[in-house]
């Protein structure tokens, strides 16, 4: 399952047709860590539904594919040859590589797509990745925010199929418990001139023993009369505490 190849075709499909504050610092392990870990089917229950992006987003959303459970196996890996190593996560949703060391048992992810009306959001995909414990994934999470920081102003270049998509991290920032960046993202296709670039938000959060992942990709050409209060600096970030604020409540 490619998760990066389908974030750039929406992407691509979409530039085609034309259609809460975060503070630097350093992560710190949650005070709250619960002993009774989430597994199995109860970590669908995680992510957000399209209600309530809708709400958050204040624009509608629509769900075109089915959700994605499984174990380690349903995790990513892309073709980023020649860029940076250990960026991967910074511009790609659930990869291989960033839970290489660790002992994942579940992996969830879903997408949301704008209804085709104009908005500020072209998509929003939600993941949850489970670890056996809580003191496992704050050690797995802990490594993230210097990893991330490392990464800002460097440019991921990623293959998927004919299709070239050339990423810069803009902005890297580290809240408790949340590793946020923003990002733009370029595609190109052979012999055709590069597609609109796309403000692309990633947050990614410890809560428990559950890792969520967000991405946020938004409307190159938005205008701020369009619909929606989308925002590339904070909307993955808000959306990330939520999903987190449900582990909460499920465990």
Known sequence: ???????????????????????????????????????????QKVPLNASGLSRMLDQPFVKRQAPVFGGPDKLGEIDSSGSPPGCQGVTSMLQKSVYASADVKDVFFQTFWNNGDPAQVISVIEGVVTLPSAVQAQTLFAKFPQQWQQCKGSTMIEQTGPIKTTTSIDDVRVTDSVVAATNTATAELPNMPALQSTPQARAVGVRSNCIVEVEVVFFGDRRAFDPGSGNPDTSAVDIAHAMMDNVDELG
């Open 1 to 43: 399952m490619r998760i990066a190849a389908s974030a750039t075709l929406i992407v691509v499909a979409a530039v085609a047709v034309g259609c809460g504050p975060v503070v630097a610092g350093t992560a710190k392990p949650a005070p709250n860590l619960k002993p009774r870990p989430l597994s199995g089917q109860i970590v």
